[in-house]
């Protein structure tokens, strides 16, 4: 396993990131804890997860997959050390989640002690900010039209992040938190937390956590360059493009228990005939390349330069073997140039 600093925290995380989102849905205690362990037993150090999850998020299961890693903490609180563990604070929207208000000081103090109970933890070493207060063009708002920025208020926007900043600087003082990132934001809300820590003395963002793939690859660029100049991690989560790119949709195939069968909370927006095309062509290319289609999309976005962990999830032991495996083997410069030609035809299938 190879490792990369967590950007300016200093600290080293595994270039694979264990995504825990299906962990209370699509997947029981026991097999949460089997990936945990295969996990770790591979060098994974870095483990993700949120008060949201898990997913598709509901009432009657928010905070589920919190519990269950707290669960298997208690069981092994000495391996506690071993672990980057990352958590995140919802953002608004959502009814039953302090009634889809707004991320305000006081909401990221309580989300912070909440999530530390169920993760049976004293603290968590990485809380992120899972969306941004204001609309940003991520889950399928990218296309030109679907956010206008010209109606925000800047400055209140920025005072709601000074809030933020300063309830997140009471919990690192604490010891509740030790860094703490955003996710599904943009370069002007990297740079104005970034701003805002330089000003006030608080707390720097150290990563951000955006969709990217191979059918998702619109935050490089500029997104991807703004983090490597600011020493920001980037962290990549669904870089299977929701399981997409392992091929198992092609032909109208809908594999039970899979991700698509069950309700999507902004719809099953990666379903376009321009998707399953571009996913048609790289699923020839790992033939040729004697991979399997996931390990080719997985291999692809690790060697992006600015990457610095990729968040995988996986719903069985076999398919959390085959892409861990995926990182051991970099893709030769033969191959990333044949992924280049199907992703020239594809930049921006959904």
């Known amino acids: 396993m190879h490792y990369s600093k967590l950007g300016s925290s200093g600290v080293g995380v595994s270039r694979v990131c264990l995504g825990s989102m299906t962990w209370g849905i699509q997947n029981t205690q026991q097999e949460a804890n089997d990936q945990i362990e295969y996990a770790l037993s591979q060098g994974v150090n870095f483990i993700d997860t949120a008060e949201l999850y898990p997913v598709p998020p509901s009432g009657e299961k928010y905070g589920g997959t919190e519990i269950i890693i707290g669960n298997w903490l208690a069981q092994h609180s000495a391996r506690r050390k071993d672990i980057i563990l990352a958590s995140k604070i919802a953002g608004p929207g959502l009814a039953y989640i302090r009634d889809g208000a707004k991320i305000s000081g006081e ?18 070493d990485l809380f992120q900010l899972h969306w941004p207060n204001r609309t940003s063009p991520h889950f399928s708002k990218h296309w030109p039209g679907k956010v206008k920025f010209s109606s925000f208020d800047s400055q209140h926007e920025t005072n709601e992040m000074l809030e933020i900043l300063q309830a997140l600087d009471s919990c690192v003082k604490a010891g509740k938190i030790r860094f703490c990132g955003l996710s599904d934001d943009t370069p002007w809300g990297i740079n104005t937390y970034l701003k805002l820590s330089e000003q006030h003395a608080l707390p720097r963002m150290v990563s951000i956590q955006n969709e990217f793939s191979l059918l998702h690859a619109k935050d490089w660029p500029y997104l991807i360059e703004n983090c490597v100049r600011e020493n920001v991690a980037y962290l990549p989560w669904s870089p299977l493009a929701g399981g997409v790119l392992s091929g198992k949709y092609l032909n109208g195939k809908l594999p039970k228990g899979s991700r698509w069968t069950l309700e999507q909370r902004n719809g099953i927006f990666r379903d376009t005939p321009a998707t399953h095309a ?12 004697k991979i399997t289609p996931s390990q080719l999309a997985l291999a692809w976005c690790d060697q992006v330069d600015g990457v610095t962990s990729t968040i995988i999830g996986a719903t069985n032991m076999a398919h959390l073997k085959e892409n861990i495996a995926a990182f051991k083997t970099p893709l030769s410069d033969d191959a990333m140039n044949s992924i280049n030609q199907v992703f020239k ?3 921006v299938p959904f």
């Not at 002690?113 to 993760?119: F, I, P, T, V, W």
């Not at 571009?278 to 390349?289: C, Q, S, W």
């Open 107 to 124: 909401s990221v103090i309580g989300a912070v002690d909440a999530s530390l109970k169920r993760l049976q933890t004293d603290y968590v």
């Open 278 to 289: 571009a996913t048609a062509g790289y699923v020839e290319l790992a033939k040729t390349y």
């Open 345 to 347: 035809d594809y930049p």
